[in-house]
């Protein structure tokens, strides 16, 4: 039986656990799970608008390393998350095996873009000037995913390359699915993102 938490400023907050996470193809309960009050909410988005300042003033290279730490824990962790996957969303296990590779891949790339150039120089219509776009972080982004792809889309494809940018992420993730998303940001704090 799996206990969830909220993972708030680095650490696992005990909440009341309102809801069961249920196995579709056969009703099996696979944890209990917070149904995050408006204050947890809130908690979170502090902590988070706290740690922005520190976050988007680490070095890209710093937070690329971070990323490719994640990348090895998913590699190490693969079985175990398609596994999670199934048991969730009642995919097959190709399916999930599929997902826990995407969310490999995208977490490879965010953390190649470290040492790229992340800006653009776009033509100007004259011939004298030009126009140079530079991605800047903006502060807390929110992530609300669906279930089908629990960790593909919420907590590499919407997450990864906002917080390789600067940002600092709260996730929301579906009821349906929140296993996997807490165990993949168990992976994040294993692999040594900061708090907030």
């Given at each position: 039986?799996?206990?969830?938490?909220?993972?708030?400023?680095?650490?696992?907050?005990?909440?009341?656990?309102?809801?069961?996470?249920?196995?579709?193809?056969?009703?099996?309960?696979?944890?209990?799970?917070?149904?995050?009050?408006?204050?947890?909410?809130d908690?979170?988005?502090?902590?988070?608008?706290?740690?922005?300042?520190s976050?988007?003033?680490?070095?890209?290279?710093?937070?690329?390393?971070?990323?490719?730490?994640?990348?090895?824990?998913?590699?190490?962790?693969?079985?175990?998350?398609?596994?999670?996957?199934?048991?969730?969303?009642?995919?097959?296990?190709?399916?999930?095996?599929a997902?826990?590779?995407?969310?490999?891949?995208?977490?490879?790339?965010?953390?190649?873009?470290?040492?790229?150039?992340?800006?653009?120089?776009?033509?100007?219509?004259?011939?004298?000037?030009?126009?140079?776009?530079?991605?800047?972080?903006?502060?807390?982004?929110?992530?609300?995913?669906?279930?089908?792809?629990?960790?593909?889309?919420?907590?590499?494809?919407?997450?990864?390359?906002?917080?390789?940018?600067?940002?600092?992420?709260?996730?929301?993730?579906?009821?349906?699915?929140?296993?996997?998303?807490?165990?993949?940001?168990?992976?994040?704090?294993?692999?040594?993102?900061?708090?907030?």
């Open positions: 039986m799996y206990i969830g938490r909220n993972y708030v400023n680095g650490v696992w907050q005990q909440s009341r656990l309102d809801f069961a996470d249920l196995n579709p193809a056969n009703e099996r309960e696979l944890g209990l799970f917070p149904n995050s009050t408006l204050a947890e909410v908690a979170a988005v502090e902590a988070a608008r706290k740690a922005f300042d976050w988007r003033n680490t070095s890209r290279v710093k937070r690329a390393e971070l990323f490719d730490t994640l990348a090895q824990l998913v590699k190490r962790y693969k079985d175990i998350l398609a596994k999670i996957i199934s048991e969730e969303t009642g995919k097959n296990l190709n399916e999930s095996n997902e826990v590779m995407e969310a490999l891949h995208m977490v490879q790339v965010v953390a190649s873009t470290g040492r790229e150039p992340h800006g653009t120089v776009v033509s100007s219509e004259l011939s004298c000037k030009s126009v140079n776009v530079i991605r800047k972080p903006k502060g807390v982004v929110a992530v609300i995913s669906p279930w089908n792809f629990p960790l593909a889309i919420g907590s590499t494809w919407c997450s990864a390359p906002a917080i390789m940018e600067g940002n600092c992420v709260v996730h929301k993730p579906s009821e349906l699915t929140p296993m996997s998303a807490q165990r993949f940001a168990e992976l994040y704090h294993e692999a040594g993102f900061p708090a907030g």
